[in-house]
């Protein structure tokens, strides 16, 4: 049973810079597709990036030039870096993986990935 922890949220200045990580137990996420996810008060939860098992990224429009996903395999861990962060970023951040091991990942939807961590918070002031 894989076990997924969000860590690094806290509050930032606008315009400044923050990294995530997702750290998983249980199983190894080398051959996972894996994703961040986030929800703010009142939305929707949304997806921001997306990795696949052979190393294709994806990335909301939201994230574009700004948002960077990676994965470490030796550390098992899912990183997201976020620079030039806007008052709107502010939201619970979510790591999420899809299993079993896919040839080719799906879509990326929040319906696409079976396994969650708990979220970490990230605020933004201006």
């Known amino acids: 049973q894989v076990q997924l922890v969000e860590s690094g949220g806290g509050s930032v200045q606008a315009g400044g810079s923050l990294r995530l990580s997702c750290a998983a137990s249980g199983s190894t996420i080398s051959s996972y597709c894996m994703g961040w996810f986030r929800q703010a008060p009142g939305k929707e939860r949304e997806g921001g990036a997306r990795?696949?098992?052979?190393?294709?990224?994806g990335y909301a429009d939201s994230a574009k030039g700004r948002f960077t996903i990676a994965k470490d395999n030796a550390q098992n861990t899912l990183y997201l870096e976020m620079n030039s962060l806007k008052p709107e970023d502010p939201a619970m951040y979510y790591c999420a993986a899809d299993f079993p091991p896919r040839k080719y990942c799906r879509g990326g939807s929040k319906r696409d990935f079976t396994h969650w961590g708990q979220g970490t918070q990230v605020t933004v002031s201006s």
């Open positions: 990795i696949k098992s052979v190393g294709g990224i």
